[in-house]
């Protein structure tokens, strides 16, 4: 009875899992130096891919004076350090400038990382009313 459980819970979690795989990953834009980079690298770093935002969205590391990705060719240009841009399915859901400290960098990801799935375009309302 207990193998059964532990397999509908596991079925469970997985169904409500969403279906990103690795269609989305947050970009972190750094450079030599950067005194707020190795902050983030102090606070963040270590725990991120253990995170549900880490796993939603894998950090991946450019350095602002290195190679341009080719895989990001539409990606607007990255001034300051650290940048992190939120990238699905290739195209860019939002950035981050700088680093405002670990309590609001989480709800900062958190807030792009709900717009994923977001429906881009107008919206039409199906109700009545105004």
Request: hydrophobic share 45%.
């Amino acid at each position: 009875m207990r193998r059964i459980s532990l397999g509908a819970a596991l079925c469970l979690f997985l169904i409500g899992l969403p279906i990103l795989g690795n269609a989305a990953e947050l970009i972190m834009f750094e450079e030599a130096g950067c005194p707020w980079c190795a902050r983030w690298n102090d606070d963040i770093a270590p725990i991120y891919p253990k995170t549900a935002e880490g796993k939603v969205a894998p950090l991946r590391r450019v350095d602002l004076h290195g190679d341009w990705p080719d895989d990001l060719p539409e990606l607007k240009p990255v001034h300051y350090t650290p940048t992190f841009v939120l990238v699905a399915d290739g195209r860019e859901v939002g950035r981050i400038l700088g680093y405002p400290g670990e309590d609001f960098f989480w709800g900062l990801l958190a807030g792009l990382i709900a717009e994923i799935d977001a429906p881009v375009g107008p919206q039409t309302s199906s109700g009545g009313g105004q």
